[in-house]
Structure formats: structure tokens, C-alpha cells
């Protein structure tokens, strides 16, 4: 392999030695520890470099409010602190320790190896909660793994936590819009109860402004304790040493091509390297599904070496038992190869991982507040999240990354961190969710990193027209409560709530649960025609929205069955998904008194529901156009149907759309047609301008 790579040169450091104010502690993995396996799970905890610093934790914790650790990835921050607090009496007298973390993956994965560590059921002792998804015990679970975004949901019914004793905010560094919003709550929720203790780790060295984050609160409310309480000035601890050696490898020569680079890279390890899986980094489902195609292919096509390689695809919304392959041990003689978004970058162990190709790439969000569009971006990763990949190569033995960039570009132009994605997102969601808690003042709110004030201004907007938020941009009632309740985007539960006026909820439900996950198709390089001829199959003249109600019909029809499925390009698990995700909407409209009713074949009030949601994202196709160039009405941008999209060179006159993504232009994905006097009636306010420019 050394024509094409050469290893790096990088030594990284964790945190600047002249830090000030900062606590060092050394430890390492010892050389004894790099064997394949350890004598048990006890033994495995104390090699890890944070057991060095379990009484330092343990004493910071108790004498600090905040308590900020930084340490590299692998140092077993995320599997052990949680365990010290619990050992430490933290957890005594009913109460809970709760460790956040921004995936759902990362979440089920860690609290699964806690329990395990712990020798207890997941979901008693140790259990976890994701959205759709409960597996603790009100009376039993002493240690529970969440999303920071359901720790947000948790706060509209317990606005201070007050069950939680200690609250462990896991990879901050990753900055995720839900994060952001969870450091600014705490820091209010701690002003009212200085008894809770706050953790929040990081990978990287932004300890020292999260810690002038946590500062500036108390000084200025002239909250520094006197009395014998903790002290409100927040600790810093770097933890060192980190898992296994990971060997770095660069390319010499930039590639064309990460696609085609990520599948020969795998081959050559595949040919040239010792037993180890491989674990691909790449940007979204439809790169990974032609990795996945290209390489299952190449097993096919009896390689001599090939033919022991198991891949297998690793993106949000897989079910359960996909995921399960994912961490099921490799058979003997075998190889895994898992092709993966970024979910796999932070917080997980696949035991049997040795290699990593990086393909230097994620998508991302990014909004733009003047042309009010928020587009999927594949965009260059940061030198943090580079290291996060790396990582995931020294679990528990060394490892060895491939990165599909050269040295040189990582030393001198990747960023040292991405964005915080507060300031990159539409803002809906977040406005809601602070309004809900009571946060009138959002403007002046305490961001560790602020909003741009267009993007909070146009979300403000979005939301008095969606009719959530009143003329004083408080909440209004029923409906800004209604949604604010509902664990979608705004706009998809405006949607549900607009149907049970209109007749067609079971519909909409139906419509929201498909818009909740990637996508029900089945996609990959090599099978477009196939796809489209099963698309045609379902396809409906009013667009996506209505093509999908078709195809959940014909699943039931079928029995649920999953060759029915196979036949349509269908993607099954996505399709069990769907069932689930519309039982627990179901359950949630009807708490909510939303009458479930269909409009038994009419589409036309279908539509008028997804308007109501969707009217902030209605185009117009440009007149006289060739080549289905579409105008937002708001913000006059240029889109195209995605091809994808039942609707892709059909180019009705008015559309409404669920998302954009950009490629080489930027794309409308899940599109439906609507008729334009439907926009004003929906949203008066919002259109205002156009009526007196009539549409
Ligand atoms: N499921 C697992 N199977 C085997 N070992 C595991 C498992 N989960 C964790 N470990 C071991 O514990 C170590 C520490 O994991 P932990 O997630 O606590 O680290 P971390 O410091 O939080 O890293 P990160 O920032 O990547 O989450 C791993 O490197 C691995 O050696």
C-alpha cells in the first residue's frame, strides 16, 4: 500500500500545557493491556485512562457545581463516569444520573454496554430513552442514557430536572444545535437548584470557554457561594491518555473520487492487511448504498479475497435487527465491512473494528436566513471530528486509519472545529422549544455560541404564521401547546393538527411517520431502473406525500410482507419503521384529542393539510423554463425537484416541499402539488407581500 499512502507525522495533543488553572493527571493504556481481550470486564474498566482519575472526579464533582472533563476519545469517559457517580452514592435516595449524548445510536450502545459492564438488565438499573423509544423503569433506572434533545422534551414536564442529581452532558464538543440549547437551560435550572451537579464532557480543548460560559453566569447573578456549598466557579480536568495506537495513513495525491477511493481502499486492506473489520466513513444513505453494491459485487465476482467480506450499511433509521449485525461478533474467517454516516463517529465501540477509511466528508446542515433555505450539505469534516473517526480504529487493540485526504490538507486547511450547528440550522424547532419552557426573552437568551438574529427572526415569523406563536410571541393555545407537544418538526405536527380539521389525520399521521425516517426506498448504484419502474407502480399525480400513502397501503395489503417489499424496491425495515413510529403518533394525537379520521380517497384535503404545514417552503415554476428551474416564493431561490421525487420532470406549476438538498444544484426532495390559492388561506401573514404583488 505505500505507493498510494504514507503515514502521518501528527502527534495530537489534547489540552495546552499553559492552560492555566487546569488539572493534569497522567495515565495510559499500560503495555500489557494491548493483547486482543482482557481476563473480564473489571479488569478492562481499570486499564482505561480515566480510572487513574476516578477520585479526582469523584471529588470535583462533589465540591463544583460544573464540572468540565476534557479527554480524548477511547479515555472512557462516556462507560465509567456515570458508573463512579453511582458508586459514590449519587444515585442514593431515588435519585438519577442522567448522561446525555447528540445520537440516538450512541445512546442505545453505551447504556447497553454499561448494563452489561454492570451485570444488570437494560432498562432497570441502566436504561436509556430516545425519541419513540423508552427502555428505563421509573423506580428502578439509577443511571439513564438520553438524547440531550429528549432531556429537552423532559424539561416541559419537570422544568428543573429535579429528579436528576447529576447530569453528564457527553460530547459537547460536537456542538449539536440540542446541546447548545441544553448548556444555556442548565445553567438557568442551576441558578434554582445549586444541589444539581453538571458534567459536561468534551473531546476537544473548548474547556476553557465552556468554562467562561459556566462562569460568567454566577458572577453576574452574584450567585458565588459563600456558604459551604459547592463552588460555583467550574473545575476543569483533562483526563490523558486514550485508547490503542491508531496509525494514521494519508493519500499522496488528492482523490477525484471518495466513492470509488473508499471501495479500493477497502479491497487493498482487505488483500493486504491481517484479520480486522473496516469501518467506512462516508456522507449520507445514497453513497453508502453504492459503496455497499460495489463491494458486495466485488464479493460476488469471487475475488480470491473478497469473498469474506460481510458489509453492511450503517445510517440513522435502521431497525433494531440491522443494527444488531452491526454489533454482532464477526464469524471466524470472515471480515466485516461497515459503511457509515457520521453516527458512527462519536461514542461507539464495534469490537471488532481495526481499520477506518475516512473519507474526509459529512453532510451537513446549513441555513441560510435570507433565502430561507436550509440545505443538506456535503461538506469537509473538522481535524476534531477526524480524530473522532480515528478513534473508533483503537477501542480494544491498535488500529490503523485511512484518511482519504493528504497530510497536508489536514495540517493546513481542515478547520480544528466545525461550526456549532445553532449557527448553521433553522431556528424553528429550537424557538419552540424554548417558548414552551417559558423562555420569552429568545433574543436575549444565554447561547454558549449565539443564534444569528436573522435566522431567530425569520423562525419567529415562520412560527406566528403557522399560528404557534401569538401576536406577543408567546405560545398560543391549543394549537402552539399541540405542537410544541408532538416530537416532530414543527411543521409536520402543524400538518397533523390542520388534518383532524380537515379530515384526513390518519393520513397525515401516515405522511409524517414516512417524513420522519431517510427514506423507504431501497436505493443503490445499478438498480435506478428497476427503482423507477417500482416507483411508477405507486406513483401518484399529486406528488410524494400521496405516492407514499400508496405504498403503506399496499404493505398492509400485502400483510407487511417483506418479499412484497423486495419485489417493489421497497426498503422493509424502513417499512416497519414507518408502523412503528405511526402506532406512537397514533398515541399522541389521541392524547392529544385529535380525532383520527381518513378522508377515504380524498386527496385534495390531503394536500390542503400538508400546505398548511409546508406553506413556508411553496415554489412557483419559473415560466417558459426547459429544465424545471422552480422559484421559492419567499426568498425567490432556485430548486429543482429531486430525482428522486415521483414528480421529477412532471414540473407541476405550485409545489410544496419537505426538504432541500444540494448536490451540483439545490434540490426539493418530497414534493406535492398544491393549488396557490391554498398558501393565503393557510398563511395570511406570510403571504401578505405576494398578494399585494399578486402571485
Ligand atoms: N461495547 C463495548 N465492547 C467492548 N469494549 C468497549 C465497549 N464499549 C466501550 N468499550 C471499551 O471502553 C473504552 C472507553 O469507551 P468510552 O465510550 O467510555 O470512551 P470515551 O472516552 O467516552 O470515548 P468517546 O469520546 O469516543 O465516547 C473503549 O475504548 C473500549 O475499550
Known sequence: MSQFWKPGTEKPRILDDEEG????????????????????????????????????????????????????????????????????????????????????????????????????????????????????????????????????????DDPLLTKYSVIMVDEAHERSISTDILLGLLKKIQRRRPELRLIISSATIEARSMSDFFRSSKKHQGLESEDLGPSMEPAILSVEGRGFNVQIHYVEEPVQDYVQASVSTVLLINDQEPAGDILVFLTGQDDIDAVVKMLTEETQN??????????????????????????????????????????????????????????????????????????????????????????????????????????????????AEGIPEIQRSNLVDCVIQLKALGIDNILGFDWPASPSPEAMI??????????????????????GFQVAEIPLEPMISKMILASSELGCSEEAITIAAVLSIQSIWFSGRGVQKQLDEAKLRFAAAEGDHVTFLNIYKGFLHSGKSSQWCHKNFINYHAMKKVMEIREQL???????????????GDMQVVRKAVT????????????????????????????????????????????????????????????????????????????????????
Open 302 to 415: 469471487s475475488r480470491k479475497n473478497s469473498s469474506g467480506l460481510i458489509v453492511l450499511p450503517l445510517y440513522s433509521g435502521l431497525s433494531r435487527s440491522e443494527q444488531d449485525l452491526i454489533f454482532s461478533p464477526t464469524p471466524r474467517g470472515k471480515r466485516k465491512v461497515v459503511i457509515s454516516t457520521n453516527i458512527a463517529e462519536t461514542s461507539l465501540t464495534l469490537e471488532g473494528i481495526v481499520y477506518v477509511v475516512d473519507s474526509g466528508f459529512s453532510k451537513q446542515r446549513f441555513y441560510n436566513p435570507i433565502s430561507d433555505i436550509e440545505n443538506l450539505v456535503v461538506a469537509p469534516i473538522s481535524k476534531a471530528s477526524a480524530r473522532q473517526r480515528a478513534g473508533r480504529a483503537g477501542r480494544i487493540r491498535p488500529g490503523k486509519c485511512y484518511r482519504l485526504y493528504t497530510e497536508e490538507y489536514f495540517m493546513n486547511e481542515m478547520s
Open 458 to 479: 425569520r423562525a419567529l415569523e415562520v412560527l406566528y404564521s403557522l399560528g404557534v406563536l401569538d401576536n406577543d410571541a408567546k405560545l398560543t393555545s391549543p394549537v
Open 612 to 695: 398548511a404545514g409546508f406553506f413556508a417552503n411553496a415554489c412557483r415554476l419559473e415560466p417558459f423554463s426547459h429544465n424545471g428551474m422552480y422559484k421559492t416564493i419567499r426568498g425567490s431561490q432556485e430548486v429543482y425537484i429531486h430525482p428522486s421525487s415521483v414528480l421529477f420532470r412532471v414540473n407541476p406549476k405550485w409545489v410544496v416541499y419537505h426538504s432541500v438538498v444540494s448536490t451540483d444544484r439545490q434540490y426539493m426532495r418530497n414534493v406535492i402539488t398544491i393549488d396557490p390559492s391554498w398558501l393565503t388561506e393557510a398563511a395570511p401573514h406570510f403571504y401578505q407581500q405576494q398578494r399585494q404583488n399578486p402571485m
Open 586 to 600: 397514533r398515541r399522541i394525537t389521541l392524547r392529544l384529542g385529535i380525532v383520527l379520521k381518513s378522508s377515504e
Open 21 to 156: 488553572g487546569v488539572l493534569f493527571l497522567s495515565s495510559s493504556f499500560s503495555s500489557s493491556a494491548s493483547g486482543y481481550g482482557f481476563a473480564n470486564i473489571e479488569k478492562q474498566r481499570q486499564r482505561l485512562p480515566v480510572y487513574k482519575y476516578r477520585t479526582a472526579i469523584l471529588y470535583l464533582v462533589e465540591t463544583h457545581a460544573t464540572t468540565i472533563i476534557v479527554g480524548e476519545t477511547g479515555s472512557g469517559k462516556t462507560t465509567q463516569i456515570p458508573q463512579y457517580l453511582k458508586e459514590a452514592g449519587w444515585a442514593d435516595g431515588g435519585r438519577v444520573i442522567a448522561c446525555t449524548q447528540p445520537r440516538r445510536l450512541a445512546v442505545q450502545a453505551v447504556a447497553s454496554r454499561v448494563a452489561e459492564e454492570m451485570s444488570v438488565k437494560l432498562g432497570e438499573e441502566v436504561g436509556y430513552t430516545i425519541r419513540f423509544e423508552d427502555i428505563t423503569d421509573a423506580d428502578a433506572t439509577r443511571i439513564k442514557f438520553l438524547t440531550d434533545g429528549v432531556l429537552l422534551r423532559e424539561m416541559m
